[in-house]
């Protein structure tokens, strides 16, 4: 049982580049969502699906596409990198009324 | 939006001390409420949670939290720290009726000998 797994673990963009952070799991959860974590603020929610085919808008949604086509994929795209989507993107899936399962991350740097 | 306040950035105690981390929500109805440790380079694991019933609610690794509905806090509490205690702990609250949840900055642990 893998959990939640996200590929790749590091990555370097160079502005303006587009790429896609995949996130998988296994679990048959059916809530799954992205958040990014930079110092001194914690996690903040980019976006969140609570099934295939669902998905919504968090906190900073802007630059980032989300797409839910089955229920254990859940990848996160980056239309055209910026410095300032540099950090640390987390994946997470849950069942209702129970807590998230997160992933190992992706550290993406963006030159 | 349901917001999370973790008023202390940085918090030091020694081991064997006990333990209380802060965490105050903002939310117009019930929360889920959660609380989340993260060891350096790692994901997140959760510690308990919160949905209804008792306000005070037991985690693993010896850890509890109360919430206190009337002053809107969910406070994280250990009797006596162990040093591998020593992270960052996330206070997070969630609505009951969707997959928005909300965490706060994170409270950084250090445990001295």
């Known amino acids: 049982n893998a959990g939640v797994t996200q590929t790749p673990k590091f990555q370097v963009l160079k502005t303006g580049q587009s790429m896609t952070l995949q996130c998988a799991q296994d679990?048959?959860?059916?809530?799954m969502s992205w958040y990014r974590q930079d110092p001194g603020m914690g996690l903040r929610l980019i976006h969140y699906s609570v099934g295939a085919g669902i998905t919504d808008q968090g906190e900073v949604p802007n630059g980032y596409n989300v797409s839910r086509s089955t229920t254990e994929d859940f990848p996160l795209r980056l239309l055209s990198a910026a410095p300032s989507q540099t950090s640390v993107y987390f994946c997470?899936?849950?069942?209702?009324?129970?807590?998230?399962?997160f992933g190992s991350g992706t550290r993406l740097t963006v030159v | 939006a349901q917001s999370v306040t973790q008023p202390d950035i940085h918090i030091t105690v020694s081991e064997g001390a006990s333990l209380e981390l802060r965490c105050n929500y903002s939310y117009g109805a019930t929360p889920y409420l959660f609380w989340y440790v993260q060891s350096p380079g790692q994901g997140l694991q959760l510690l308990l949670k919160y949905f209804s019933g008792d306000t005070l609610v037991q985690g693993i690794k010896g850890f509890e939290a109360e919430f206190k509905r009337s002053q809107s806090s969910f406070n994280l509490r250990k009797p006596s720290v162990h040093w591998s205690d020593a992270a960052e702990y996330f206070c997070a609250v969630g609505a009951r009726d969707n997959n928005d949840m909300r965490f706060g900055a994170g409270t950084r642990l250090t445990v001295k000998p």
């Open positions: 997470a899936s849950r069942v209702a009324n129970y807590g998230y399962t």
């Open positions: 679990m048959n959860h059916e809530y």
